[in-house]
């Protein structure tokens, strides 16, 4: 009993998944192949924490994702991509293929030296070959370690240093919109302080010049001449590590989180099917990167397991015009249309022309995921892309937690628009107050936490398994703390309502704050600094930074543009500050902590009630920040 068609099926899957998890999870588990079945289905504890599903199974997910399809599908289409510049063929790849280069990805691993649980950096823009080298560690179990190709050359090295990676595999460059990116350049200057990488594969996709060093770099094209189409898969234990992917925290190192091949593969392929209700044939379309986690089990893990057509867009939704993606849409006929609010809402300002002009009536569904959608943006969504006639589910999720927690289910869940509305099966919330009390009932207000374990959750942070319990379970005892807010409303419907910790999340992305301000600091000119978010029409959330310098700034636009420059080339573009106010003073405890609350006020434009401010150290500096504002 896992499949559902009507509410009421929920309903009772739901109960079911709840009362005798183990029972509604390993039947989920039967569906996939497996090399030898588990012996046991989970056993847990939060408290050390320690979570481990499908105890003593084995697997392969490339063969759930690739070889179960052959048989019956080789000829259909696994991967439709999409090139950045619309007059550019796109490119199919079926099953089939898919197969080839996967196996000729992994035996060019393995020539190269890679092993099974070797750690292996994946630095590449969307195009098919990214897929392949996800795919291709999977077949071998090396681990792969994506990193967003937005980053900067310091994140990535500080990425690649942390799990110590042996390989990299990267593209000589990018298209983004009418830009070029120089991949490799940045690659090599990350490589300068990286020990541990052996070997870089580059891909030639911009034909822009490279130095490749000898011994260590070599070409994609010539290395795969040199290897055939048949790799086994190698058999992995459930609790085998398929991922490590980072993530931002509340200290300026980012997380390794890591997932295994067990739950991870039985979570997200069994919720990609349930929540979109996936059917035979339907083109699927998520845009987002792969270098995220909606990238990895939304466009690459969950579609291939279920034998679906998913699209990769190489390109941006604002090139060459505002219409790129609803002509993309027309283009290949759609059916599925998954994004982030903030794309939604910076293409809902455009001219309705630019969707007006373009044939989506093959859209069957829409989703959202990465931040919480505004009603306004739900509603323009709704009627404009789905023409009132498709659903949208509003997926919450982390990547933490592998895959979907919280959304309605497509034709299902009755919608409300900006509610991620229910649990998916097998996922137990709980909403808690602020003295560590579980919120029973509904029409009430709290911070979520998950309270029983799910196969695809995150099993550590990678080298810091203290860490992962201080941030995830040291919180609320006994319980994940997912770090976002929630209500549940008196029909039971969760809203999420952000973050309620240091993480800010910027156009869909998480930045943690502190990051940040250690990038700013980097400025010669810079003592300290504070970041907060801000209400941002397009963006969700804004960067406002609150910076102390040395001496007064004599040009202060000239100093802001010089300490994005800064952020730009330690963390990558997408954590550029967008208003920068200069301050002689910070609002600090008499312990020396920064009361975030007071800057949060002043960058969202309340600075009437402020709250009580007189256990600040030096309660006058409030006044001065405020009459600053931006
Ligand atoms: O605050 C929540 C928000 O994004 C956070 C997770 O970010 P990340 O790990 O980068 O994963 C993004 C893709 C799943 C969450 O803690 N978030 C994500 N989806 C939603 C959301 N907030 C509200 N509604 C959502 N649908």
């Not at 192949?33 to 997910?61: A, T």
């Not at 942390?162 to 990018?174: I, Q």
């Not at 979907?404 to 099966?425: C, D, E, H, L």
């Not at 959750?457 to 976002?484: C, L, Q, V």
Request: contains cysteine; proline residues 5%; hydrophobic residues 35%.
């Amino acid at each position: 009993m896992t499949s559902i068609k009507t509410f009421e099926d929920y309903k009772q899957v739901y109960r079911y998944s709840v009362e005798q998890p183990e029972a509604f999870w390993s039947e989920v588990a039967t569906q996939f192949v497996w090399k030898k079945k588990w012996d046991q289905v989970l056993e847990w504890n939060f408290h050390k924490p320690e979570v481990k599903w499908f105890i003593g199974g084995s697997l392969n997910i490339t063969e759930n994702c690739i070889d179960r399809h052959l048989p019956h599908r080789a000829s259909q289409t696994a991967l439709l991509w999409e090139a950045n510049d619309p007059n550019e063929p796109s490119r199919r790849i079926t099953y089939q293929e898919l197969h080839d280069e996967v196996c000729k990805v992994a035996n060019m691993l393995k020539m190269h030296g890679v092993k099974k649980g070797d750690r292996v950096c994946i630095y590449m823009p969307m195009v098919p070959e990214a897929a392949y080298a996800i795919l291709g560690c999977a077949r071998i179990g090396a681990v792969h370690s994506v990193v967003f190709a937005g980053f900067s050359a310091g994140s990535l090295s500080d990425r690649i240093n942390d799990s110590n990676c042996k390989a990299v595999l990267t593209c000589d460059g990018s298209f983004r919109g009418d830009k070029k990116i120089d991949l490799k350049g940045i690659v090599d200057e990350a490589l300068k302080k990286t020990p541990s990488v052996e070997k870089v594969i580059v891909l030639e996709r911009t034909r822009g010049p490279v130095t490749m060093t000898e011994g260590r770099d070599f070409w994609w094209h010539t290395e795969m001449t040199k290897v055939n189409a048949i790799c086994d898969a190698e058999p992995m234990d459930s609790e085998d590590l398929l991922f490590i992917l980072y993530t931002s925290g509340s200290t300026g190192k980012p997380k390794g989180m890591v997932h295994t091949c067990g739950g991870y593969m039985v979570h997200i392929g069994y919720t990609f099917q349930t929540i979109f209700q996936y059917r035979e044939k339907e083109l699927y379309w998520c845009t987002a990167d792969v270098g995220w986690v909606t990238g990895h089990s939304y466009i690459v893990y969950g579609p291939l397991m279920n034998g679906a057509t998913s699209l990769m867009f190489e390109g941006i939704p604002s090139w060459p015009d505002m219409g790129r993606f609803w002509q993309v849409i027309e283009k290949h006929k759609v059916n599925i249309f998954y994004t982030a609010p903030t794309a939604i809402r910076s293409l809902q300002n455009a001219p309705l022309s630019f969707v007006e002009r373009h044939d989506l009536s093959s859209l069957r569904l829409l989703g959202s995921v990465g931040e919480p959608i505004n009603e306004e943006a739900w509603h323009w969504y709704h009627a404009n892309i789905g023409k009132d006639r498709c659903d949208i589910v509003d997926t919450w999720w982390q990547t933490e937690t592998g895959g979907f927690m919280i959304s309605p289910i497509a034709n299902v869940t009755p919608m409300k628009p900006a509610f991620a509305s229910f649990p998916v099966p097998g996922v137990q919330p709980a909403v808690m107050d602020e003295h560590g009390h579980e919120i029973e009932g509904n029409g009430i207000e709290g911070r979520l936490t998950i309270k029983f374990p799910w196969p695809s959750m995150a099993r550590t942070i990678y080298g810091d398994h203290g860490r992962f319990r201080d941030t995830y379970f040291s919180t609320f005892s006994g319980k994940y703390f997912t770090g976002d807010g929630c209500k549940r409303d008196p029909d039971g419907y969760y809203r999420i309502t952000g973050r309620v910790d240091d993480i800010i999340i910027v156009s869909g992305h998480n930045l943690g704050t502190a990051e940040i301000e250690s990038a700013i600091d980097e400025h010669h000119d810079v003592v300290e600094s504070a970041v907060v978010g801000f209400p941002h029409d397009i963006k969700g959330q804004g960067v406002y930074a609150f910076v102390i310098c040395y001496k007064k700034p004599e040009n202060e636009d000239k100093l802001r543009g010089e300490i994005r420059d800064t952020v730009s080339k330690i963390i990558g573009a997408i954590a550029k500050p967008d208003k920068i106010q200069f301050v002689s003073g910070l609002p600090k405890t008499r312990s020396g902590k920064i009361m975030r609350r007071i800057l949060r006020k002043v960058a969202e434009g309340d600075t009437t009630n402020l709250g009580d401010t007189t256990t600040l150290l030096d309660p006058g500096v409030v006044d001065e920040i405020k009459n600053g504002a931006l």
